[in-house]
């Protein structure tokens, strides 16, 4: 089995590209600057986002094989498994931001890092920027460099988490952009949801294996469950959750209303294994109970 190293910390990873520490939770790494490194699959247990300028080679990231686009973003949260299979060694381009979770710990983005879902998207779904956007990104890197490069006071912490925070709220605005700009795309995934949904329910899935996921429809669509979510929230203001939530009651108002099967055997065609959740979320949604609905219809 091929070994995984593991980068835990700031200076771990700086000598791993052979640059100086200025910082022990946090750095800003010019990969252009860096001599040829090894490539080795690593287990980061670091925040890590890496700007890529041109194809670097076949990476690995999310478990899967990734040829890097030039401005390419990829964001890697603590205990993701990040790196190549390969024993060459490579020039490396671009650049790294690479902070410890102390760094965020106590502050309000590190409450609100977990809002940032793209640190768990798929390699697949990266962020594509273009060269204005290339250019913002930098500009905040070299404002963390500054940073960095000044002697260490009370004051370091608050400022480089604030432009680090900055950073991550541009690309939460590049990739609504992204999502924008791919909404032809986004619409056919949409189709396929619903087209899941609907053979879902047209078998014997839902009495087999219960109710349908929001992870387990985006693993059938080829997608990372928080990419799924924000793909699906921002095409049509509703949850995944919600939409196969509104989903299933529809296929209960057409099997209540069609035929005379009682609203326990209704609510275990559809996946729930106690009446009572389906009577429940049903009333959330309709306003009433099952059975006052199929009375007053």
């Not at 999310?62 to 401005?71: E, T």
């Not at 890197?141 to 991550?168: F, G, P, R």
């Not at 053979?199 to 928080?226: I, K, M, R």
Request: with cysteine; net charge negative; aromatic share 12%.
């Amino acid at each position: 089995m091929e070994e995984i190293k593991r980068i835990d910390t700031v200076v771990q990873y700086n000598n791993y590209v052979g640059v100086e520490t200025l910082h022990p939770l946090v750095s800003v790494v010019d990969l252009d600057k860096v001599d040829n490194i090894h490539r080795f699959k690593q287990y980061m247990n670091l925040y890590a986002i890496f700007l890529k300028d041109k194809n670097c080679g076949a990476m690995n990231y999310g478990g899967q094989p990734y040829d890097y686009d030039d401005g390419t973003l990829v964001f890697v949260a603590p205990g993701q498994v990040y790196g190549v299979d390969s024993d060459a060694e490579i020039k490396p381009s671009g650049y790294a931001l690479v902070f410890h979770p102390d760094l965020i710990k106590g502050t309000q983005l590190g409450k609100n890092i977990k809002d940032y879902t793209f640190f768990s998207y798929d390699v697949h779904e990266a962020l594509h920027i273009s060269k204005k956007e290339r250019k913002t990104m930098i500009e905040c890197l070299d404002k963390i460099s500054e940073e960095i490069d000044q002697n260490i006071d009370k004051h370091s912490k608050t400022l480089v988490v604030s432009y680090v925070e900055l950073l991550l709220n541009y690309c939460v605005r590049f990739y609504d952009r992204q999502f924008i700009t791919r909404s032809h795309s986004n619409k056919d995934v949409l189709v396929r949801f619903e087209k899941l949904l609907d053979e879902y329910f047209g078998t014997d899935h839902a009495q087999n294996l219960g109710l349908p996921t929001v992870s387990w429809c985006a693993e059938q669509l080829f997608l990372s469950p928080n990419y799924f979510g924000d793909l699906v929230k921002k095409e049509t203001g509703n949850t995944a959750l919600d939409y196969i939530q509104n989903k299933v009651i529809t296929e209960a108002k057409a099997k209540m209303l069609g035929s005379t099967k009682t609203i326990n055997e209704v609510a275990s065609e559809l996946g729930f294994k106690y009446p009572q959740h389906f009577t429940r979320l049903f009333k959330l949604k309709v306003g009433v109970p099952p059975n006052d609905f199929r009375h007053l219809n």
